[in-house]
């Protein structure tokens, strides 16, 4: 009969049932944000904004292959206008002929609110006659059959100055009415999600919502051959968090398997399995629900990081079953737990570093190993004793220890070889330190390089800019900050004009501010003045007053008209460009201004863009260079937790040991590992990541608990058959449950798997040689 005493083994039921409540209600996300700063500077809270909530992060990219160029057109044209019924999309483009005779339409009948010409001096009999005489002039240019359209209304060529400050370089080709790409093979549309980056859930309804109707267009036109691509950030962040969710169950039900078909075939009893799982799974839970309660999220990386509990959790329950005799449990208690809790305190030591990380997800896996390692460790020494039956005992695998005695005895006559290796190491990493190091956060990203090769072809398809150099801007109000883009875009238009830039976006282009529209509106001569002014004007010039009544009409409608809104640009293709570049913000609204390079090989130079900005309160964003930044302070910060971990850990060796050789003899193995581990790892090729440190202080972890069996056994010789036979159970169990994630495709999973997996053998290796004394 099983011994159930009420308070151990019904505190642990109602914490199970606690965080499982907890669980169950917790918010899971997959997205970036776990690798982005808490309190990031001006800069960082850009790049934050755009992976989250900015317009790059709502951008999908959508191309149709596979059908002739007319079905292409004619599912894009379906395809568009089935999204656009939706409600899922904030805008829906594809280059149609209703679209961009909807923009004309808007920019015609907003020109002279628009026209960066236009001003007093425009609409003098001088200026009238200029303007009149350059237009006239562009007639036998290959823009005149535009123009000669446009003349009778237009003749001082606003539209055209409109098209000129457009960037029509990278316009995409049009093939059959709709974006194509440059070869002719792909239909192309670009679409902007109504939900924000960061609402992954929304982002992946929207692409199934495109993939659905797209297969039932297909389906009903006879068209199968057709195929559709999808891309984009929000497609990144979608199929990111279906990979890691999929990897964590996978990788944890094989891990699982593995490991109780291991300790199947060493216990020979269901029992002593099911009851060793227990810590797992509590400490699991237990991990998700500290996660969730102190960070109101938990990240998908996280659970995928509960695999590794099984290699190192279940450790304990093996030195439980293993080392005890099943008659004595003060015995072991008092035997073996105070090595069992040392342990536990070193990896409670190294995790505590990463709390203080000020990136979200090292100070999540922190949490998380800490409580779910106690929480293992507690019910191991608390409630499995009370749940194990009366008189039960696994099968003595004490023989196997002896067996292996010898084994390790030839080993530690062996030992001079641990610093000889530690040397190749050292200069081994010596030699690559210029490459040791992953030098971006794309090490750390799940997106492969197929869909990446994609995106950028989707993206030179449609010409889309080159998003690495901004322009910010900040002001209270919208009117103020389209001000301020106004102003700064005389100074950029300056460098523009120098050759320093080859141009930039900003939303002032297709909204300017109330009192730039003002100021034009007022410069509109009324109508019979400006006829007066164009009769002198067109004295000279081959064109007569009386064929441009349309003309005055325009001007004197135009003087009317009301100013132009946010509203008036709704279903357009400007309303787009306006609201990627107007943002507002709980502190206010912020403006973009996307610079592009100039012409050729010539590189943009940004000390020179920002002595142009010199004086403004403008904020010039290497949007590249600040991730890599980014980046960098990440790893740095994540180098000096882990050697405060790692620092913290030998001053708890020390304390415990008492004795700076014993301190020594249990440390050497666990460094030496890690050199050795690094070492490889460079030698394949490998840059080392955020995650690879983790895994280090993994290796201490579990590195450390062997050092002191070994040096427990040292001590206690009649206890070193059983010992020896647990250890190697235990770092089969460790290398089984951290080895599952070397096979793992996702880069964060597979870095820990690749780093831990070898390192609990050398380590275990290493601490036979070292620290076990062969007997004379």
């Known amino acids: 009969m099983m011994r159930l005493p009420a308070r151990p083994v019904l505190l642990w039921l109602l914490g199970l049932a606690l965080c499982a409540g907890i669980a169950l209600r917790a918010h899971y996300t997959a997205d970036m944000s776990a690798f982005l700063p808490r309190s990031p500077t001006p800069a960082q809270q850009l790049l934050v904004d755009q992976l989250t909530e900015g317009v790059l992060s709502r951008l999908l990219l959508v191309g149709i292959e596979g059908a002739s160029p007319e079905a292409r057109a004619d599912l894009s044209r379906q395809l568009a206008k089935r999204l656009e019924e939706g409600g899922l999309f904030l805008s829906v483009r594809n280059g149609d002929a209703a679209t961009l005779a909807r923009d004309r339409e808007l920019l015609f009948t907003h020109r002279y609110l628009l026209s960066p010409a236009v001003s007093p001096g425009r609409f003098t009999t001088e200026g009238l006659h200029d303007a009149v005489e350059a237009s006239i002039d562009l007639l036998a240019s290959p823009a005149g059959m535009v123009l000669k359209g446009l003349l009778r209304h237009d003749p001082t060529g606003e539209m055209m100055e409109l098209i000129g400050s457009l960037d ?172 069992i809790r040392l342990g536990v305190l070193t990896s409670i030591f190294g995790f505590a570093s990463l709390l203080f990380s000020g990136f979200p997800g090292l100070a999540q896996l922190g949490l998380y190993s800490i409580a779910g390692l106690i929480t293992a460790a507690t019910v191991t020494r608390f409630v499995l004793p009370h749940l194990r039956p009366a008189g039960f005992r696994i099968r003595d695998i004490a023989p196997v220890g002896r067996a292996l005695s010898h084994f390790w005895n030839q080993l530690s006559r062996g030992r001079l070889v641990i610093p000889v290796l530690a040397i190749a190491a050292v200069v081994i990493l010596v030699t690559h330190r210029d490459h040791l190091w992953s030098a971006s956060l794309s090490g750390l990203s799940p997106v492969s390089a197929a869909d990446q090769a994609l995106d950028q072809s989707l993206r030179a398809d449609l010409g889309a800019p080159d998003l690495r150099y901004l322009v910010v801007l900040k002001a209270a109000d919208r009117e103020a900050a389209l001000r301020t883009a106004e102003a700064v875009g005389q100074r950029l238009d300056a460098l523009v004009k120098e050759g320093a830039l080859g141009g930039f976006e900003t939303p002032a282009r297709f909204l300017p501010s109330i009192a730039t529209q003002t100021a034009r509106q007022q410069s509109l001569p009324e109508r019979s003045e400006l006829a007066r002014r164009l009769e002198a004007a067109l004295v000279g010039l081959p064109l007569r007053a009386s064929k441009l009544d349309a003309f005055l009409d325009d001007v004197e409608a135009a003087r009317r008209q009301p100013l132009l809104t946010p509203e008036a640009l709704k279903h357009t293709t400007l309303a787009l460009a306006v609201d990627s570049l107007l943002l507002e913000r709980p502190q206010g609204w912020t403006v973009l201004l996307p610079l592009r390079a100039p012409a050729g090989d010539t590189p943009l130079d940004p000390a020179r863009i920002q002595a142009a900005l010199a004086g403004s309160d403008a904020l010039f964003v290497d949007i590249f260079g600040e991730s890599n930044r980014l980046y960098q302070t990440y790893l740095d910060e994540a180098i000096l937790l882990s050697l405060a971990g790692i620092l913290a850990i030998v001053v708890l060796m020390a304390v415990a040991l008492r004795q700076p050789a014993r301190l020594l003899r249990v440390m050497i193995p666990v460094v030496a590992a890690e050199l050795l581990v690094m070492a490889g790892l460079a030698l394949g090729g490998q840059a080392l990541t955020l995650l690879h440190l983790v895994g280090m202080l993994l290796i201490v972890a579990v590195g450390t608990n062997y050092a002191l069996f ?48 070898p390192g609990a053998v050398l380590t275990l290796m290493l601490s036979a040689m070292l620290v076990r004394r062969p007997p004379r």
């Open 168 to 339: 029509t370089s990278g316009s995409p080709a049009s093939q059959h009415g709709v974006w194509a790409s440059r070869d002719g093979r792909r239909a192309i549309l670009m679409l902007q999600t109504r939900a924000s980056g960061s609402d992954t859930d929304a982002q992946a309804a929207a692409i199934t919502r495109i993939r659905d109707d797209f297969s039932a267009l297909a389906r009903q036109a006879g068209h199968p051959e057709a195929r559709l691509l999808v891309s984009g950030a929000a497609v990144f962040a979608v199929n990111s968090r279906s990979a890691i969710e999929s990897e964590a169950v996978r990788l944890t039900t094989l891990s699982t398997a593995a490991v109780i078909s291991l300790l199947l075939l060493v216990y020979r009893s269901f029992t002593a399995v099911l009851l060793g799982l227990l810590p797992v799974a509590s400490g699991a839970l237990a991990g998700i629900a500290a996660v969730a309660l102190g960070f109101g999220g938990v990240h998908g990386l996280t659970i995928g990081f509960g695999t590794t509990l099984i290699g190192e959790a279940v450790d304990y329950t093996i030195y439980y079953f293993v080392q005890s005799d099943g008659k004595d449990e003060g015995s072991w208690m008092e035997r073996f737990w105070p090595t």
């Open 710 to 757: 070994f040096d427990r056994a040292d001590s206690n010789p009649g206890d070193d058959p059983r010992t020896l036979a647990s250890l190697l159970l235990a770092n089969l169990a460790t290398v089984i449950g951290f080895g599952a994630l070397a096979f793992s495709p996702v880069p964060v999973l597979k870095a820990i798997g690749i780093t831990v997996g």
